[in-house]
T-cell receptor
Framework: AQTVTQSQPEMSVQEAETVTLSCTYDTSESDYYLFWYKQPPSRQMILVIR??????QNATENRFSVNFQKAAKSFSLKISDSQLGDAAMYFC?????????????FGTGTRLQVTL | DGGITQSPKYLFRKEGQNVTLSCEQN?????MYWYRQDPGQGLRLIYYSQIVNDFQKGDIAEGYSVSREKKESFPLTVTSAQKNPTAFYLC?????????????FGQGTRLTVV
């Protein structure tokens, strides 16, 4: 079974600075997807960024980018120019690409605080 | 607007009672999921369904039941057999198929046993 580990329960960053959230995963599969989801105080889960394992290029979405190291099974999220609205829980998630219902496996989350 | 609607937002239940959480989607998605969220444990899968009239147990199905009579609807019943039902419940859906699409989530239901 796949597992996802987020070893940082809480992180803090000053506004306009850069922060990196860590995620490692364990799998024997070669084809899969990785995701970062944001959960603000409203508790709505919002997709931040997605990485396909067969793509070597790291995904980017505006101020959000990932560092995907397939051999090391590492998938970190970098948030640049942090804003107060970035404060939230961030979850790393894994999904197989095996043609089934493709359920997500989540890490335990990292709570990000953004300070002035 | 297309999306996933969970109701109610807050739900209170007395011990020993069954309660049903609603999840409706108008995205024409094939697969639907129920997750439970507890502090410090992330999201854990309860049940999922790939097509109408079919569903599978997830990692923590004990004490829960589901039905999928319509593509748009995937209600979750928390039975009296669930020993610790107080939690935040999230419903999600996605278009079937391995590639491309991410799961979309509802806004959740907070269930409290009183």
């Amino acid at each position: 079974a796949q597992t996802v580990t987020q070893s940082q329960p809480e992180m803090s960053v000053q506004e306009a600075e850069t922060v990196t959230l860590s995620c490692t995963y364990d799998t024997s599969e070669s084809d899969y997807y990785l995701f970062w989801y944001k959960q603000p105080p409203s508790r709505q889960m919002i997709l931040v960024i997605r990485q396909e394992a067969y793509k070597q290029q790291n995904a980017t979405e505006n101020r959000f980018s990932v560092n995907f190291q397939k051999a090391a099974k590492s998938f970190s999220l970098k948030i640049s120019d942090s804003q107060l609205g970035d404060a939230a829980m961030y979850f790393c998630a894994y999904r197989s690409n095996d043609g089934t219902a493709s359920k997500l496996t989540f890490g335990t989350g990292t709570r990000l605080q953004v300070t002035l | 607007d297309g999306g996933i609607t969970q109701s109610p937002k807050y739900l209170f239940r007395k011990e020993g009672q069954n309660v049903t959480l609603s999840c409706e989607q108008n995205l024409n998605h094939d697969a639907m999921y129920w997750y439970r969220q507890d502090p410090g444990q992330g999201l854990r899968l309860i049940y999922y369904s790939q097509i109408v009239n079919d569903f599978q147990k997830g990692d923590i199905a004990e004490g829960y039941s589901v039905s999928r009579e319509k593509k748009e609807s995937f209600p979750l019943t928390v039975t009296s057999a669930q020993k610790n039902p107080t939690a935040f419940y999230l419903c999600a859906s996605k278009r079937y198929g391995p590639k491309g699409t991410e799961a979309f989530f509802g806004q959740g239901t907070r269930l409290t046993v009183v």
